[in-house]
């Protein structure tokens, strides 16, 4: 796949949702600390987002670290902008997100 098709995938997703938590793992089975925390954090704060496995496909691992010129996960965006990784997500920010 070429960097310009995963980057259309990538917009496609985020076009398709308003909050994407790109992450290692999955929210019931997450592969890192700050993966489980950034997703139990928008959880808790009743956020309905789309998680996706970055471990799942190689390309996508990658390709979201071209995307965002940032290496670590879990990486959040909400309508399509990159917020942060695990940093960047408290509660505070997760109760905004809707408002």
Same mark, same amino acid.
């Given at each position: &796949?070429?960097?310009?098709? &995963? ?15 790109? &992450? ?76």
């Amino acid at each position: &796949m070429t960097k310009s098709d &995963m980057f259309q995938r990538i917009q496609r997703v985020l076009k398709n949702n308003h909050v994407v938590l790109f &992450m290692k793992g999955t929210p019931s089975h997450p592969r890192c600390g700050f993966s489980a925390d950034a997703s139990k954090k928008l959880t808790e704060a009743g956020v309905e987002y789309k998680s996706i496995d970055v471990f799942s496909d190689p390309d996508l691992f990658d390709g979201i670290r071209q995307y965002t010129n940032y290496t670590h996960f879990p990486q959040l965006f909400v309508d399509g902008k990159f917020i942060g990784s695990s940093d960047y997500i408290n509660k505070f920010t997760a109760e905004k997100i809707y408002k």
